[in-house]
């Protein structure tokens, strides 16, 4: 009978690359050290696995980072994980992630859960009006804000994106090539993402004195189902928008499936501008125009801030780092179609709710 092959030990990964115990536990744990190469060679070689429980018992970490977002649905957040998760591996964290929801209650249930088992969180807020978050600041666990922050100021490192900017510039792409009746369905005004496209947005409009209709003025949740009901309900309208400006990419989907459903010609009808480009934007039939931002950076950065905290590397002070946006212009914004195309559709209420072209 074979014996069974035992796994490498510390012991052979040192003898390997000619240097003490001490060094190799020493770049396990992320410190510099000089035989750095040697040493991941010899792992690489052995196939060395270290016990990560024995680990953490003897340096008080677990080696885990608690991510916590509001939908992990949402390809934005998939894209940061990756960022997130390139910069934990060369550092030997590994990522738990969290669905919040967007719920404020659920979040908080999820923090209770995580902060005796992770050596820090990176969480995006449900709300700006968040308690639970100020647990993590009491309890001393390292805590790094992404794409969203609390109204108070209160002291996290955070890193966000120029939001504001992005819509506004949204804004001005319309209403320079004409469009007056401009729709905006975006997420709640009590996020940090919601509250600032909203803010970016009217800013656009005021430039040129242009109003905002209480019926153009729509909150979809930041979800594709309830923006493709708000898309459905201004196309029903009279005077229906010669545009439609949707605060993240779910909700661009839910618009875009409607027009689809509606059969309106995009931008012959209407034009379409996206915060938020999408993974096959450039595919599309036409292809969407979106404000586009660098969300694998964005959470790169945040996990490079939250292992400085962990280590103690970083100042007291909290940074604050806003990112820069980019307007993408494709093919789906145009000049709006004359007086006579303003209504894409006649459309029939029909008993569920929905709308049908007759």
Do not use: W
Not at 120 to 141: F, H, M, Y
Not at 150 to 177: I, K, Q, S, W
Not at 268 to 281: K, P, Q, R
């Amino acid at each position: 009978m074979r014996k069974p092959v035992s796994s490498p030990t510390i012991h052979d990964v040192a003898a390997r690359a000619g240097v003490s115990i001490a060094t190799v536990s020493r770049h396990m744990r992320g410190e510099k050290v000089r035989a750095a190469d040697a040493v991941e060679a010899a792992v690489a070689e052995l196939g060395y696995s270290p016990n990560v429980v024995a680990q953490s018992l003897k340096s008080g970490r677990t080696g885990m980072i608690g991510v916590v977002v509001p939908d992990v649905t949402n390809p934005f957040f998939a894209a940061v994980a990756k960022g997130l998760g390139q910069v934990g591996r060369g550092e030997n964290f590994r990522i738990l992630l969290a669905d919040s929801d967007e719920s404020a209650e659920r979040e908080e249930e999820i923090l209770a859960d995580l902060v005796h088992r992770v050596d820090g969180i990176i969480l995006a807020p449900a709300t700006e009006q968040d308690q639970a978050p100020l647990q993590l600041r009491d309890a001393g666990v390292p805590a790094v804000f992404l794409d969203r922050e609390l109204a108070g100021g209160e002291p996290f490192d955070v890193v966000l994106v120029d939001n504001a900017g992005g819509a506004r510039a949204a804004v001005t792409h319309l209403t320079t090539l004409g469009h007056t009746r401009i729709a905006m369905i975006n997420g709640p005004a009590d996020t940090t993402p919601g509250r600032g496209r909203r803010e970016g947005f009217l800013a656009g409009l005021a430039v040129t004195d242009i109003e905002l209709p209480p019926e153009f003025d729509l909150d979809g949740g930041f979800r594709e189902d309830s923006a493709h009901q708000l898309a459905l309900q201004l196309l029903a309208l009279p005077e229906p928008p010669t545009a439609i400006f949707t605060g993240n990419n779910l909700m661009t989907i839910g618009v875009l499936k409607a027009l689809q459903e509606m059969r309106v010609e995009v931008p012959g009808e209407i034009s379409i501008v996206g915060f938020d480009d999408l993974a096959l934007g450039s595919l599309l039939h036409p292809p969407l125009t979106c404000v586009n931002r660098p969300d694998v950076e964005q959470g790169a950065l945040a996990m490079r801030l939250l292992l400085n905290r962990i280590r103690r590397h970083a100042p007291d002070r909290p940074r604050r780092i806003v990112l820069d946006t980019e307007l993408i212009v494709r093919e789906s914004t145009g000049r709006p179609a004359g007086p006579r195309h303003q209504r894409p559709r006649n459309l029939e209420i029909t008993r569920s709710g929905a709308t049908r072209p007759r």
